[in-house]
């Protein structure tokens, strides 16, 4: 199964990127699927995930209310469309998928199956 992140890029504050994470191999809509990012400096951290037939979904603090995560099962592909990005929103973003129940979905350490990640830059 690989997982290929695209979407990153330099935006600035208060802009929009969409990322999205194209999924081959597996059967993608057993999987349940999130969003986790490392900033400079720090230890990668939950994002957001997706249920896998889409009907829940989970999100940080943060980024509840600018945030969007969202899944097309017939693409085998997850996405998250970022709004009103700050600053702080600059990370690596990576997407991952995990077959184990829906109440791990912000642990990281459930989730077997990782992107290579894309940079997100926040900036003026």
């Known amino acids: 199964v690989q997982l290929q992140a695209s979407g990153g890029g330099l935006v600035q504050p208060g802009g929009s990127l969409r990322l999205s994470c194209a999924v081959s191999?597996?059967?993608?809509?057993?999987?349940?699927m999130a969003w986790f990012r490392r900033a400079p400096g720090k230890e990668r951290e939950f994002v957001a995930a997706i249920k896998r037939n889409g009907g829940y979904t989970a999100y940080m603090d943060s980024v509840k209310g600018r945030f969007t995560i969202s899944r097309d099962n017939a693409k085998t592909s997850v996405f998250l469309q970022m709004n009103s990005l700050k600053p702080e929103d600059t990370a690596v973003y990576y997407c991952?998928?995990?077959?184990?129940?829906?109440?791990?979905?912000?642990?990281?350490?459930?989730?077997?199956?990782w992107g290579h990640g894309t940079l997100v830059t926040v900036s003026s």
């Open positions: 191999g597996g059967t993608f809509s057993s999987y349940n």
């Open positions: 991952a998928a995990t077959s184990t129940i829906w109440m791990y979905a912000r642990n990281q350490e459930h989730y077997a199956l």
